[in-house]
């Protein structure tokens, strides 16, 4: 029963933080520092991480079916949004692999994320302000500015930071609309977690996870619903809302963190 109530809150918090800007990583390892919860290995962090990547491709399908049919003789011309997110991903693919054993490491540990949740909370809040006198730019993101993105995306690598916080914090510094920030960040996790994936299934040994076939097809169920509707939401609460609250939801938890270890 346990392990089964471990699977299925892990399953919802990836679901759900994953494309929030409040980082699902630290949101998964918080849970285990806290109440010694055992890592559900290789297999399970496929299984959520897959149902998260069904999600964003389910949610933005006629713009991946449009990226693909320009690669097809006879596609569209125009590639321009499609070498944006390949312009945007080599940063992180390249220092994600030069230090895989720092970030599996060191960079886990909870004063880590304390760190993280506050300073990208506030380098958030700061471009929410910002956005909100006057965003220029709708889309396409040029390619310029989606290296300038893709630089900013490294530092998610770091727990605590979040991928899709980073990468609108950093759209939004480059004078982009909420929207259409959110709008590039998704699309830019489908290769990201994509090679997560990839890279996850070519280092599993084949006993690695004593996890069951239901709880691998639940964790994946969970993450991939809960993770549409987080998208389908958070698109339309960035339009009439904004990020306020999210960076308000980060500097909170970093405080309690602070003072949780603070008090040892």
């Given at each position: 029963?346990?392990?089964?109530?471990?699977?299925?809150?892990?399953?919802?918090i990836?679901?759900?933080?994953?494309?929030?800007?409040?980082?699902?990583?630290?949101?998964?390892?918080l849970?285990?520092?806290?109440?010694?919860?055992?890592?559900?290995?290789?297999?399970?962090?496929?299984?959520?991480?897959?149902?998260?990547?069904?999600?964003?491709?389910?949610?933005?399908?006629?713009t991946?079916?449009?990226?693909?049919?320009?690669?097809?003789?006879?596609?569209p011309?125009?590639?321009?949004?499609?070498?944006?997110?390949?312009?945007?991903?080599?940063?992180?693919?390249?220092?994600?692999?030069?230090?895989?054993?720092?970030?599996?490491?060191?960079?886990?540990?909870?004063?880590?994320?304390?760190?993280?949740?506050?300073?990208?909370?506030?380098?958030?809040?700061?471009?929410?302000?910002?956005?909100?006198?006057?965003?220029?730019?709708?889309?396409?993101v040029?390619?310029?500015?989606?290296?300038?993105?893709?630089?900013?995306?490294m530092?998610?690598?770091?727990?605590?930071?979040?991928?899709?916080?980073?990468?609108?914090?950093?759209?939004?510094?480059?004078?982009?609309?909420?929207?259409?920030?959110?709008?590039?960040?998704?699309?830019?996790?489908v290769?990201?977690?994509?090679?997560?994936?990839?890279?996850?299934?070519?280092?599993?040994?084949?006993?690695?996870?004593?996890?069951?076939?239901?709880?691998?097809?639940?964790?994946?169920g969970?993450s991939?619903m809960?993770?549409?509707?987080?998208?389908?939401?958070?698109?339309?609460?960035?339009?009439?809302?904004?990020?306020?609250?999210?960076?308000?939801?980060?500097?909170?938890?970093?405080?309690?963190?602070?003072?949780?270890?603070?008090?040892?």
């Amino acid at each position: 029963m346990t392990e089964w109530v471990q699977v299925v809150a892990l399953a919802l918090i990836q679901g759900i933080t994953e494309f929030l800007p409040v980082s699902s990583s630290a949101h998964l390892i918080l849970p285990a520092q806290i109440w010694g919860w055992v890592d559900q290995g290789l297999l399970f962090d496929v299984a959520v991480h897959a149902g998260t990547l069904c999600a964003v491709l389910w949610y933005f399908r006629d713009t991946v079916v449009n990226l693909a049919k320009s690669l097809l003789p006879g596609g569209p011309s125009d590639r321009s949004e499609l070498w944006a997110l390949v312009v945007a991903t080599v940063p992180v693919v390249l220092v994600g692999l030069l230090f895989r054993d720092v970030i599996a490491s060191d960079a886990r540990a909870v004063n880590v994320i304390v760190v993280t949740t506050l300073l990208f909370g506030v380098l958030l809040g700061i471009a929410d302000r910002l956005s909100r006198r006057g965003a220029r730019h709708t889309g396409p993101v040029s390619l310029r500015d989606a290296l300038l993105i893709g630089l900013a995306q490294m530092f998610a690598l770091i727990p605590g930071t979040s991928r899709s916080g980073v990468t609108i914090t950093a759209a939004l510094f480059l004078g982009y609309h909420p929207a259409a920030a959110a709008r590039f960040s998704f699309l830019l996790s489908v290769p990201v977690i994509g090679g997560a994936v990839v890279l996850m299934l070519a280092t599993m040994g084949s006993g690695e996870s004593s996890l069951s076939g239901g709880a691998v097809l639940t964790a994946f169920g969970l993450s991939a619903m809960f993770a549409y509707a987080t998208i389908k939401a958070f698109m339309i609460w960035v339009e009439r809302i904004g990020l306020m609250p999210f960076v308000l939801y980060r500097l909170a938890l970093g405080l309690v963190l602070w003072v949780w270890i603070i008090q040892g």
